[in-house]
């Protein structure tokens, strides 16, 4: 997690260590699945690098309409 997280999010990045990405409450639900097929992607050696586009949970609940 980039320390960027804190300042975008208002989430610490000590609060996502530990917890998979590809079952996020911070991810709306509509972007998960591209979100999660670019993850695989890279993990699998078959993207080295990958860039999505989503919507994503500030820890206020702020920018949530889901």
């Known amino acids: 997690m980039s320390p960027a997280v804190h300042r975008i999010l208002g989430r610490s ?3 996502r260590v530990g917890q998979s990405a590809f079952a996020s409450d911070i991810i709306h639900p509509d ?4 979100f999660t097929e670019a993850q695989r992607r890279v993990l ?3 993207a080295e690098h990958a860039a999505v586009r989503l919507r994503a949970r500030h820890a206020d609940g702020t920018g949530s309409p889901w």
């Open 31 to 34: 972007d998960l699945e591209r």
């Open 13 to 15: 990045s000590d609060e």
């Open 44 to 46: 699998t050696g078959q």
